[in-house]
């Protein structure tokens, strides 16, 4: 069963960046569709990013477009979310999801996705 490993996340203050890294336990990883989803206390999950799984298609949010990169590395089965400019409201646990298979254009839809990690903590203060 593919396991999902999220890491990179911290403190940071307004304007900041980090990097996510999301590892993957199997070899096959390239054939997954990844997407990035975040939530906020009080809040609902919200899909922010994805990426596909052979040409590399991404989406995003509006909120993050320009800040936010999704990529990744199928020899290093890690898919990384590259932040910057950060901003308090992006305040949140942030997960990786995967699926082998969807509609592209459903793909930050957060019930389209089988696999889970267990989500790492970002935090936008001064």
Request: hydrophobic fraction near 30%.
């Amino acid at each position: 069963q593919l396991q999902l490993v999220e890491s990179g996340g911290g403190l940071v203050q307004p304007g900041g960046s980090l990097r996510l890294s999301c590892a993957a336990s199997e070899f096959t990883f390239n054939y997954y569709t990844i997407g990035w989803f975040r939530q906020a206390p009080g809040k609902e999950r919200e899909g922010i990013s994805c990426i596909s799984s052979s040409r590399g298609r991404t989406n995003y949010v509006d909120s993050v477009k320009d800040r936010f990169t999704i990529s990744r590395d199928n020899a290093k089965n890690t898919v990384y979310l590259q932040m910057n400019s950060l901003k308090p409201e992006d305040t949140a646990v942030y997960y990786c999801a995967a699926v082998p298979t969807l509609l592209f254009n459903r793909c930050r839809s957060s019930n389209e996705y089988s696999y889970w990690g267990q989500g790492t903590q970002v935090t936008v203060s001064s």
